[in-house]
């Protein structure tokens, strides 16, 4: 596939917070392998009072993606910042991303009243607990860089297929 890279004037580094630090999956064991997997290690003992934690997971989750979105909190996040991300990522290899997950939609268990009708409609899933944190790499190497490398393709394949068959 052909990659469009951005330049200076189309990042959008003012309404998607791609300084902010995502380590919530550091803190959930779920994520250990696919952690390991990209290279991305911490010492348990660092984190072993709070692993596996839901109540400790939810909040850093939640601080994390409205840090992310530039909201006090999940209630204060404008989730059309999420549309203007996707204009940008849908001309890149995260598009392969994009489909394969839209590929295996039926797979998931969502509840009935959630309509992933289309591609924006799937972009939004990767915003979700399982996907947010590779995403955010994603999003932070297209915002850093002008593009997205094919390792950090991979590793979100790699989370995408560990989200659908869980």
Do not use: W
């Not at 290279?39 to 072993?48: Q, R, S, T």
């Not at 999940?74 to 990522?89: Q, R």
């Not at 995260?94 to 394969?100: G, M, P, Q």
């Not at 996907?131 to 390792?151: D, K, Q």
């Amino acid at each position: 596939m052909e990659s469009k890279q951005l330049d200076n004037n189309e990042k959008l580094s003012k309404r998607y917070n791609k300084n902010c630090i995502v380590t919530y999956p550091f803190y959930d064991s779920k994520f250990d392998s696919l952690l390991e997997d990209i290279g991305l290690n911490i010492d348990k003992n660092i984190v072993n009072e709070y692993l596996d934690d839901d109540f400790i997971l939810d909040i850093l989750y939640k601080n994390e993606i409205s840090a992310v979105l530039n909201g006090e909190n999940c209630d204060d996040i404008d989730f059309t910042i999420l549309d203007d991300v996707y204009n940008d990522l849908k001309q890149t290899p995260f598009l392969e991303c994009i489909n394969l997950l839209n590929s295996k939609k039926d797979k998931l268990k969502l509840p009935t009243i959630i309509d992933i009708s289309g591609e924006p409609d799937i972009f939004r899933l990767f915003f979700s607990y399982d996907l947010f944190f590779i995403t955010h790499m994603c999003i932070n190497e297209l915002y850093t860089t002008g593009n997205i490398g094919s390792n950090t393709i991979s590793a979100l394949k790699m989370g995408i297929e560990l989200f659908v068959n869980k």
